[in-house]
């Protein structure tokens, strides 16, 4: 079995209201299949929806500018941040790590300044990134007659180790939770605590099939077909972790 | 760019003192090259060192079995996890987050009952991974000739998210964490936060590569040569947070 993972290769600029489905459509192979799946950097999902914020137009409450002037951060930002943001997990050493309203943690409540079109302009999360996935994937089949699986994926830090790993913030038709429990390893013994979050192992290395300092936001992988669903499927949520299980709050 | 990720298959069953490195030349490919890179289950590296216990002859202490009744888990693996573990990160809920004697933070300190060859032994993380896998490369140069990267991969658990990827615990002739601090982004504007750990994201992609109830593991990665190296480099370490720089003791 080969996994393999190819660049779309640069993507004309999006902006709100494209047609980023018809884009990748027009960016995949002849041969693309509904055994496929296409990661895609959320950051033009979000621009396409139109999750952007100028920061001129932001006007930072009470709790944004304490916030801002403990951290040494914008406090425009800071606002932002808030307003997409149910809990702060940890708020210190410059560091927002923040519970967001899609229940995902992560830095800045996955508030992001660099890569916006312009300036001042900073992009958001999805409203809801596994709808995202799905609006995709029919766009996509619209185009090619053909529905690969869509990951939506962003790059989050971790707690414990040096640098970011891209993981599925959303998802539709690919098993995003490979779920072994029960099921027996290798020498019949029950494999008691095996569930490989595959949508986010797929979406860390495309990040690497990609340049980061170029507009090359879809990367088609191949091999995963034992894991792609021709009904859209829970998607992503699968792989977030409830709160009431946080042990780190 | 293509990234492609193959299973070596299966090898055979590795005991201590066995060559794992000849075994893994044998398995891969004619055309093995110099910029490719091998990713290895540690487990296969644990057991080739020698890095099982048998619990039969594990005799637990005060604080392992006081520890065992409140987790509800075997005394004697608790005492194995103990002795491998600098600090107790977490140890509730069934669950024991440790801080490793290597500096990593994962659940068990690494200790596995699956997998092991019988039925009441456990399997210990190599001694020092980093220095597993430049062994390993030095090894697999001799049987081949070339000498690929070599990543020692580990399943680990994620704070907020639900299911494992495995992640590189040592790595030899592979830059772990690509920096692009301070590099232009794609129009110019500074990528302050953005240093990816590609070391993490091949091995996440390489368990996807193989079946996880067969004896697979060793995995051909092909398509990161702008992140091979001849000399071995600072290995998977760079991948550890300093424990300084936790926010999440």
Do not use: Y
Request: charged fraction near 25%.
């Amino acid at each position: 079995m080969v996994l393999s993972f190819l660049s779309l290769g640069r993507l004309p600029e999006i902006r709100a209201g494209d047609d980023l489905a018809g884009s990748i459509a027009e960016a995949a192979p002849p041969d693309l299949s509904g055994d496929d799946v296409i990661a895609v950097a959320h950051k033009v999902v979000s621009k396409a929806e139109g999750r952007t914020v100028r920061l001129a137009e932001v006007r930072p409450g009470t709790r944004a500018r304490a916030l801002a002037a403990e951290l040494g951060k914008d406090p425009r930002v800071v606002e932002v941040v808030l307003a997409d943001c149910t809990e702060l997990v940890r708020a210190e050493r410059g560091v927002l790590i923040c519970r967001t309203r899609h229940g995902l943690v992560c830095a800045n409540a996955g508030v992001d300044a660099s890569n916006a079109a312009a300036a001042d302009e900073v992009v958001l999360l999805p409203l809801d990134p596994d709808a995202s996935a799905r609006r995709l994937r029919t766009g996509v089949a619209a185009a090619c007659g053909v529905a690969p699986a869509i990951l939506v994926t962003d790059s989050f830090g971790r707690a414990w180790r040096v640098g970011q790993a891209d993981v599925a913030i959303g998802a539709a038709g690919l098993v995003a939770l490979d779920d072994w429990r029960g099921r027996a390893g290798a020498r019949g013994r029950e494999l008691r605590a095996t569930a490989i979050a595959a949508a986010d192992a797929a979406a860390a290395a495309a990040d690497l099939a990609r340049g980061k300092d170029s507009h090359e936001p879809a990367v088609l992988v191949r091999g995963l077909e034992r894991l792609v669903t021709r009904d859209d499927g829970p998607g992503a949520a699968a792989l977030r972790r409830p709160p009431e299980e946080d042990l780190f709050r």
